[in-house]
């Protein structure tokens, strides 16, 4: 089945109302997307990659907006290990997740070295819980779904 409902946001910080692509794009299934302009793509079935010039838009895609963000190092040996559960986990729980306002993402602090440091990244792998673009807590487990997984539903 294909989900193909795109949702128009109003960003109240900046001045002018940034509207939806009319154009539909594939999907995989159970995929939505949320297209909000400024390079902000949501996608509910994957781990949504952020920049810096997407990272404040996509915290705060919608009042009460909790994420789960893993920074990582592409070429740090336990981020490497991380990446197919990471992604497993995105793919399995992301569509539920976004049904109460929890998105799943991830920033590569290789190539966006500020952004982790502002986020006082020290170690990668690091998932970081997220809630109205504010740092909560760090998610410390062994890295493994059944972890992430029992994280995000005490959530629900
Ligand atoms: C979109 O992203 C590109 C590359 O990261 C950046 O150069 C550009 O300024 C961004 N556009 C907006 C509107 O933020
Ligand atoms: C954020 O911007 C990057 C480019 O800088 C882009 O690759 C990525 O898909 C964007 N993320 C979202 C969630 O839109």
Known sequence: ??????VQLL?????TAVTAS????????GAKTYNAGINLSITSAI?????????????????GAQWLIKFYSPTCPYSKRLAPVWEEFAKTCGEDAVSKNI????VDCKANGYLCQQNDI???????YFKDGQPIQEVIN???????DAFLK???
Not at 11 to 15: L, N, Q
Not at 103 to 106: A, D, K, Q, T, W
Request: negative net charge; without cysteine.
């Open 142 to 148: 062994d890295r493994t779904f059944v972890e992430y």
């Open 22 to 29: 009319a154009i539909p794009q594939p999907l995989e299934a």
């Open 122 to 128: 020290s170690g990668y792998p690091t998932v970081l």
């Open 1 to 6: 089945m294909m989900f193909l409902n795109s």
């Open 154 to 156: 005490q959530l629900y």
């Open 103 to 106: 998105y799943i993402g991830e």
């Open 11 to 15: 960003f109240a910080a900046t001045a």
């Open 47 to 63: 781990s949504n990659i952020l920049t810096p010039s997407n990272f404040t838009e996509a915290l705060g895609i919608e009042a």
